[in-house]
């Protein structure tokens, strides 16, 4: 339902932004957000202010995996954003140190966690 809200006037464009930025912060979310955004991109560029877009753009990191970087790439390659152009580019820089973040220190972290 959020989600829906965020292109309405029930958010409003100057909030619509703010709407899925915290869903896509959220674990349990984020996921629902991307795909949400991807299959209604028209709508989401009509409601988000071009100011607020290059926010939007950088949680989209917050999906974390390989997959998810290499599809938020393509899908704004595909559907490029003038005013976010560095926000794309800043955003896959995030993405590829999370991912190699995660590849350095997984194992040590796991043991250390096990260790408690």
Do not use: N
């Not at 877009?53 to 917050?62: K, W």
């Amino acid at each position: 339902r959020a989600l829906e809200m965020a292109v309405s006037e029930e958010v409003g464009t100057q909030w619509s932004a703010f709407v899925f930025i915290r869903l896509l912060a959220s674990p349990t979310a984020r996921e629902a957000a991307w795909a949400f955004m991807k299959k209604r991109w028209k709508d989401v560029e009509r409601w988000v202010p071009p100011k607020h877009m290059a926010r939007l753009i950088d949680y989209t990191a917050a999906l974390g995996t390989p997959a998810y970087r290499r599809d938020v790439e393509a899908f704004f390659k595909k559907h490029p954003v003038p005013t976010a152009v560095r926000a794309v580019k800043q955003t896959l820089e995030r993405f590829d140190l999370g991912i190699e973040i995660r590849k350095r220190c997984a194992g040590d972290l796991a043991a250390w966690l096990a260790q408690k």
